[in-house]
């Protein structure tokens, strides 16, 4: 009957609800005289029938003056209730006066009494009502318990009172006073409590809020959760919240960055705007992983004029819209030119470079994924190697004052041409650094990013959703981790301490075992990995080898010639570089072999150059193998 009566129509409802009220009234009446005179059958002369019809209609018409008539019930806040017992103390001052008026026999007590009767009559059945009608919204609502009983926690169970899809049924908190208490309506426990909740009431998520707890006793609360058999996930950060990035009923996963632990160092404000301020600005590779972020940092430093440059067509409109909506909302006033184009191109880049008076230039467009660069070899090494030394000597050409490379640790002892074409890209900076003085070159070195293209966090979010199994490459290998926007941070920091030709590398922290981080994945999404001990888990860990140019672990230093920097996450590496003759000749056998197409050529000069290249196996370059087989 609850059902048909939510169905009906609007205007039916309002009419059920308005003829409830003109009964409830008189009736709020008859049960204050009843309870004054202590009869049920209380006698009243027809002053009181004329008193309760007047306060009936002008308790009707206030009560539609405010709208009530109007409002969802199961919507209503708890506002519209204060408004309802404003109007039910108007109904009762009306009853009084009226009741002088026409000379009722009505008691004045009666009339204290008869705000108690109204407000159980009009007020109460609309709870009920409410309260009834959310509960069945919420039948399917999975319980959740909520980690963290501060101001966020608060909000959050506040935020999930009428979610239809999590239902917080306690929480969870390590500050012994709160231990014990109820916190709107649900009762605070301690860590150790959890496995009892889990017992008492069927639960699988608990969610995180955990304000501005730092990461590094977020990594220790999550390592202890990973242990139990519940899925973690958490809710924005604070700072989002505020900024309006995130909601903060947005549940998501646990992110990597809560598993790495660290606390980021506040950049030095001096050094992001040092070079970017009131400059002309171009970034390469402007709509990639480290470039897009680069753009986003720039930004906010109010360059003169940010020039984005990608091959790519989509990228750089997709990054293009969201600077313009950026420079927009903040008034930052910076001019935004966007322009298609290959790094490969050096009379094209010389002329864009003239032409806007560029003064800084990150240089972050390059090919990236190893594998794909070793099945790849020439383009791999004509993007990565000859694209940095043409744009390099475009921004002589046109006097660019600074010009920083984003370079990789694979750079360092390479076992595939990827990290190999970095490292000779390094070198030709070098070389030209001492050639000339007009540029100034330097260039960072740091470890995966985490949310890049190709990154593994994903991917394992992927195959866990799909049921299994994660596939990881060798049970040994291990990587560095930063986050995007503190990798962006540290490179136009680094560039801007550069003295000329400086190889800088950012501390990545401590280093991750990937079998370690897909484990603690299934066990924070709640499951269990199966393995031959367990062949009941959840999901399966599979090792698919090493892919061709894969190392199982990565470097971020060629020697131990290390010197601190004053930033406690930047170093600087003094290695050996080539003279710009002996460069030059270098890539003048390299550009001969790579024009021709000569992949065994190209493979011995990568080998003969001072980059360290150890190869592994045979060289995969698709085409050249496909050649071969003729």
Known sequence: MLQKLLESKRSTKRLITLGYDALAIPLAIYIALALRHGDVSPTFNDGVVISAIITTLTTLGIFVKLGFYRAVIRFMTSQAFSSIGIGILISATTLGTSSFLTQASLPRSSVIIYIFTAFALLALPRLFIRSLVQQQGRAGAEPVIIYGAGQQGLELSHSLATNKDCKPIAFIDDCKKKQGTQINGLKVYSYDSIDEILEDRPCQKILLALGDTSFAKRKQLIEKLSHKKIEVLTTPAVADIISGKAKLEEIREVEIEDLLGRDPVSPDNGLISQNITSKVVLVT???????????????????????????????????????????????????????????????????????????????????????????????????NVFGTWYCAEAAIAAGVERFVLVSTDKAVRPTNVMGTSKRLAELVLQALNERQSDTLFCMVRFGNVLGSSGSVVPLFRKQIKGGGPITVTHPDIIRYFMTIPEASQLVIQAGAMGKGGDVFVLDMGEPVKITSLAKKMIQLSGLTEKTEEDPNGDIEIEFSGLRPGEKLYEELLIGDNVEGTTHPRIMTAHEIFLSWPETHNFLHRLDQACHEFRVDDVIKLLLEAPAAYNKQENCPDWVMNASNKR
């Open 285 to 383: 590779g402007a709509g990639g992983s480290i470039g897009s972020e680069l753009c986003r940092q720039a930004i906010k430093q109010k360059p003169t004029t940010l020039i984005l440059f990608e091959l790519n067509e989509f990228s750089l409109y997709s990054i293009e819209q969201e600077l313009t909506r950026t420079n927009e909302e903040k008034g930052l006033g910076v001019k935004l030119i966007s322009i298609l184009g290959s790094v490969q191109r050096q009379n094209r880049l010389e002329t864009i470079f003239k032409t806007f008076k560029v003064q800084t230039i990150y240089h972050a467009a390059a090919y990236k994924h190893v594998p794909l660069v070793e099945h790849n070899v020439v383009e791999g090494v004509r993007n």
